[in-house]
Each structure stands twice: as structure tokens, then as C-alpha cells.
């Protein structure tokens, strides 16, 4: 079975079989999960924003994806959305740090390329792990 990966305009490799496809479509699965327990920790927050601190839940227009991931919520009460919204960070950066390995290897980059591809995805969710830190905004 051959499957192209991307429009035909870029220069890809097909695969050649289904031990390949499992593969390529484990991000898809990762990405998954992880909006998921975005939704449920999401679900979980007790309250308050940067625009009203004694709102009640979780809002989608005025919080911010790290405000998830604090231990006290903006409302002052303990977060327990923390948890899952941190499984859900740690699944993100995972599968993006393994898309950004094998997807080089599916395109006819050169070996500099495929290295620079490789490396700065892993050194950009390396980083994204720092999200939930005291290093957040630095």
C-alpha cells in the first residue's frame, strides 16, 4: 500500500507498507489525547481570568492554555485541573518531539536538513516543557 503523506507539491517518500503508516499516524493519536485532557482539565478549572477573577470555570476567550497549569487558579483556589492539564502538556510535547523526528525522515531532505529538522523540534519541546515552571515567562 502506498500512501503520500503530503500534497505532491512537496518532496516525499511513499510508504510502503502498514507497519510504516502505524508510524507516521501515532502523532495523530498523541495530539488526540492531548485535546482530551485539555478539554477535561478545562472542565476541572474552578475559575477566574486575567478579565474577572471570581468568573466560575474554565473560559476559552479570556484564559490562557497556562493558566491550566498553575497550582492556584486565578480565582485563588487550589487548581485540580493541574494534574491532568500537566499529562496533557507531557503527551504534547512527546508526540511533537517524535513528529519532528520522523518527519524528516519521510522527505528527501538532505542529511544537514533532516539533523536541523530533527534538533530544533526536540529543542523547542524541551523548552515548551518549561511552560508549567517558575521559567514560564522567560
Given at each position: 500500500m502506498e500512501l503520500i503523506i503530503l500534497p505532491k507539491m512537496f518532496p516525499v517518500r511513499t510508504l510502503k507498507s502498514n507497519k510504516n503508516l502505524y508510524f507516521v499516524l501515532a502523532p495523530v493519536v498523541g495530539?488526540?489525547?492531548?485535546?482530551?485532557?485539555?478539554?477535561?482539565?478545562?472542565?476541572?478549572?474552578?475559575?477566574g481570568s486575567q478579565?474577572?477573577?471570581?468568573s466560575k470555570g474554565f473560559s476559552w476567550i479570556n484564559n490562557y492554555w497556562c493558566n491550566l497549569l498553575n497550582d492556584k487558579a486565578m480565582n485563588g483556589e487550589h487548581n485540580p485541573a493541574r494534574p491532568v492539564a500537566l499529562a496533557g502538556m507531557m503527551v504534547l510535547c512527546l508526540t511533537l518531539c517524535y513528529f519532528w523526528y520522523i518527519l524528516p525522515q519521510h522527505m528527501e531532505f538532505k542529511k544537514s536538513?533532516?539533523?536541523t529538522i530533527q534538533l530544533s523540534g526536540l529543542l523547542s519541546m524541551i523548552i515548551g516543557m518549561f511552560l508549567f515552571t517558575s521559567f514560564h515567562d522567560a
Amino acid at each position: 500500500m502506498e500512501l503520500i503523506i503530503l500534497p505532491k507539491m512537496f518532496p516525499v517518500r511513499t510508504l510502503k507498507s502498514n507497519k510504516n503508516l502505524y508510524f507516521v499516524l501515532a502523532p495523530v493519536v498523541g495530539i488526540i489525547v492531548f485535546i482530551f485532557l485539555y478539554v477535561v482539565a478545562a472542565l476541572l478549572y474552578p475559575g477566574g481570568s486575567q478579565v474577572d477573577a471570581n468568573s466560575k470555570g474554565f473560559s476559552w476567550i479570556n484564559n490562557y492554555w497556562c493558566n491550566l497549569l498553575n497550582d492556584k487558579a486565578m480565582n485563588g483556589e487550589h487548581n485540580p485541573a493541574r494534574p491532568v492539564a500537566l499529562a496533557g502538556m507531557m503527551v504534547l510535547c512527546l508526540t511533537l518531539c517524535y513528529f519532528w523526528y520522523i518527519l524528516p525522515q519521510h522527505m528527501e531532505f538532505k542529511k544537514s536538513g533532516r539533523l536541523t529538522i530533527q534538533l530544533s523540534g526536540l529543542l523547542s519541546m524541551i523548552i515548551g516543557m518549561f511552560l508549567f515552571t517558575s521559567f514560564h515567562d522567560a
